[in-house]
């Protein structure tokens, strides 16, 4: 389970946007912070569009935690740049930002089943106004 999260964020951190899907089972569910959970593959490739539309975000200072066979959470930094205004939210300037997150999986036949992400959303606020 381990491998598979690090290989989750090294994909995200690369870009390889196609390489974090292939690591989703197609009904992965996606716990949206602050928002409702989406289900599905291409619900997930979606949302990957509008973040990479809106922000540049690297992962670090990566730690994770695991569980029962087919869990793990991992704590990190988020180190971003609000690059295009996102609905509902300040606009955007180019402003830098760097915030804790929280994480937590589901797994399935060495699949990602549910990705649940958790920051302080008034801490980014704070960064970005």
């Not at 990957?48 to 991992?74: H, K, S």
């Not at 920051?119 to 970005?128: E, K």
Request: hydrophobic share 40%; aromatic share 12%.
């Amino acid at each position: 389970m381990k491998s598979l999260i690090e290989n989750y964020y090294a994909a995200f951190n690369s870009g390889d946007r196609e390489a974090l899907l292939e690591l989703l089972a197609e009904d992965v569910v996606h716990e949206v912070n602050e928002g409702l959970a989406e289900t599905g593959k291409e619900a997930f490739r979606a949302f990957l569009e509008r973040m990479d539309r809106c922000y540049r975000e690297t992962v670090e200072e990566l730690e994770i935690f695991t569980g029962p066979e087919n869990r793990a959470a991992a704590e990190f930094y988020i180190r971003g740049e609000y690059l295009a205004t996102d609905t509902g939210l300040p606009e955007a300037k180019g402003q830098a930002y760097r915030l804790r997150v929280g994480a937590f999986f589901d797994a399935r036949l060495g699949k990602i089943t549910r990705v649940t992400n958790y920051y302080n959303l008034r801490t980014w606020l704070a960064q970005v106004s």
